[in-house]
């Protein structure tokens, strides 16, 4: 079945570096989302990315859709504390009725 | 507020102790899924409707597990006999699925959840 890895699992940075993290999926897929959930929180949505190669930025964060359909990743560029949490690229199921969550991406950031 | 409601948040159960939780998705939404995380995982999927009808069940939730969404509106979430390993966070999300739709955005609404502790 389908299966996403997401690395790194874990990763500390100082406030105001850059960070990525990085998914990759065994099969091509017809999209991907991304997800934040804050310590103590619930996931949130963040974006959805559909086209081969698409690029999405929102604010610091740029999501990109690789041209085989098959990864992805978020740019956090000039990490503030309010970007603590982990990051979710879940995929569909083959039904594209569920999401398959991974164990993300946790980010951590000291000021 | 317009967001998906869950109740209770926090449940604190016995072992053996039949449990149900409710969820109140975002009125609109004909979607309503069920999750489950634990501590360092991410929510792993149980099951999901289309308005009233069940359409999915994860083949991991056990027949302790039963969930009804009896008007296509809020839908509920019981677990018989309850076990330690049962202690989760439940997570409802809702989305909105137009018919055709294929590539439109179908991004899932989170609730708070509800944290169950089988003691």
């Known amino acids: 079945g389908q299966q996403v890895m997401q690395i790194p699992q874990y990763q500390h940075v100082q406030e105001g570096e850059d960070f990525t993290t990085y998914c990759n999926s065994s099969?091509?897929?017809?999209?991907i989302q991304w997800y934040k959930q804050r310590p103590g929180g619930h996931p949130v949505f963040l974006i959805q990315?559909?086209?081969?190669?698409e690029v999405k930025k929102q604010k610091r964060l740029t999501f990109q859709f690789g041209e085989a359909k098959k990864n992805s990743s978020l740019h956090i560029t000039a990490t503030q504390t309010t970007d603590v949490g982990t990051y979710f690229c879940p995929l569909p199921n083959q039904a594209g009725t569920a999401l398959i969550f991974g164990k993300g991406t946790t980010l951590s950031v000291s000021s | 507020d317009t967001g998906v409601s869950q109740d209770p948040r926090h449940k604190i159960t016995k072992r053996g102790q039949n449990v149900t939780f409710r969820c109140d998705p975002i009125?609109?939404?004909?979607?309503l899924y069920w999750y489950r995380q634990t501590l360092g995982q991410g929510p792993e999927f149980l099951t999901y409707?289309?308005?009233?009808?069940?359409?999915?069940k994860s083949r991991l939730l056990s027949d302790r597990f039963s969930a009804e969404r009896p008007k296509g509106s809020f839908s509920t979430l019981e677990i018989q006999r309850t076990e330690q390993g049962d202690s989760a966070m439940y997570l409802c999300?809702?989305?909105?699925?137009?018919?055709?739709?294929?590539?439109?955005?179908?991004?899932?609404?989170f609730g708070p959840g509800t944290r169950l502790t089988v003691l």
């Open positions: 009125s609109e939404h004909n979607r």
């Open positions: 990315l559909v086209k081969s190669g």
């Open positions: 099969t091509t897929l017809s999209n």
């Open positions: 999300a809702s989305s909105l699925r137009l018919a055709g739709n294929l590539e439109g955005r179908n991004e899932q609404f």
């Open positions: 409707f289309q308005n009233e009808a069940q359409l999915e």
